[in-house]
T-cell receptor, first 112, second 113 residues
Framework: DTGVSQNPRHKITKRGQNVTFRCDPISEHNRLYWYRQTLGQGPEFLTYFQNEAQLEKSRLLSDRFSAERPKGSFSTLEIQRTEQGDSAMYLC??????????FGQGTRLTVV | GEDVEQSLFLSVREGDSSVINCTYTDSSSTYLYWYKQEPGAGLQLLTYIFSNMDMKQDQRLTVLLNKKDKHLSLRIADTQTGDSAIYFCAVLVIGAGSYQLTFGKGTKLSVIP
């Protein structure tokens, strides 16, 4: 296992379209995070899973955003009816127990 | 909620030491992390420290934690041009239903040859 994997690396979409991103965490990691990072800012927390349970959601996660982790392994983040303000880097991280959190390379979304 | 603050810019000469500072607000923070981000790339974990530690050293990196003042620092010895990047401080708080890893806005380190 080479680390947290995110796909796609880049996504360009037209405003109003739906997009879905995938995150494959490190295999033994049961905790998974999604973050959003805009230019010049630090990553902002979106949501957290422990196994398949979504335990925490940020107020940044509007009803157009939904995240799943159906079998407690990979996770998907879907954005419906994308807006230009959704353009950002979407980062996924995983960890196990009380250990360091490892991040993937991110998916850069551009909404045109 | 947790608030993490960092200065935005730091400029040092190659070969000097760099010290990047971070302050946080939640005293129940458990793990404190330093990440490095190069342009267009994801976050690379550099090091972390558990809240019951005062110091951790890993090759050129030294992390100091002052829990009383809620102050964390990262010292990079013998700074090289390859160290130029944005450095993020992040704090993990576990409790009251929260599991968030909260980040500062990042410190841009520029290394002058």
């Amino acid at each position: 296992d080479t680390g947290v994997s995110q796909n796609p690396r880049h996504k360009i979409t037209k405003r109003g379209q739906n997009v879905t991103f995938r995150c494959d965490p490190i295999s033994e990691h049961n905790r998974l995070y999604w973050y959003r990072q805009t230019l010049g800012q630090g990553p902002e927390f979106l949501t957290y899973f422990q196994n398949e349970a979504q335990l925490e959601k940020s107020r940044l996660l509007s009803d157009r955003f939904s995240a799943e982790r159906p079998k407690g392994s990979f996770s998907t983040l879907e954005i419906q009816r994308t807006e230009q303000g959704d353009s950002a880097m979407y980062l996924c991280a995983s960890r196990t127990g009380n250990t360091e959190a490892f991040f993937g390379q991110g998916t850069r979304l551009t909404v045109v | 909620g947790e608030d993490v603050e960092q200065s935005l810019f730091l400029s040092v000469r190659e070969g000097d030491s760099s010290v990047i500072n971070c302050t946080y607000t939640d005293s129940s923070s458990t793990y404190l992390y330093w990440y490095k981000q190069e342009p267009g790339a994801g976050l690379q974990l550099l090091t972390y420290i558990f809240s019951n530690m005062d110091m951790k050293q890993d090759q050129r990196l030294t992390v100091l934690l002052n829990k009383k003042d809620k102050h964390l620092s990262l010292r990079i010895a013998d700074t090289q041009t390859g160290d130029s990047a944005i450095y993020f401080c992040a704090v993990l708080v576990i409790g009251a239903g929260s599991y968030q890893l909260t980040f500062g806005k990042g410190t841009k380190l520029s290394v002058i040859p």
